[in-house]
């Protein structure tokens, strides 16, 4: 799967994966969503990310979700 707005540069947020290269975290636009802030409510925040960044983020995150093994304590 190829990701067009999400970009990785080891000079922007450590090379965390971003949104098209600004210094906003993909993780912390998860983040978000994950605490129950709306898409709307996120666009309204932050006037510079777009639908389809938030489209892509969770795309993003089913792919990783679908390849990491994680164990968690029984």
Known sequence: ??????TIDPRVCGGKPTIRGLRFPVSRLLGLL???ETPESILKAYPYLEPEDIQESLQYAALLADEEV???AS
């Open 70 to 72: 994680v164990e968690f």
């Open 34 to 36: 994950a605490s129950g």
């Open 1 to 6: 799967m190829t990701f067009q707005r999400i």
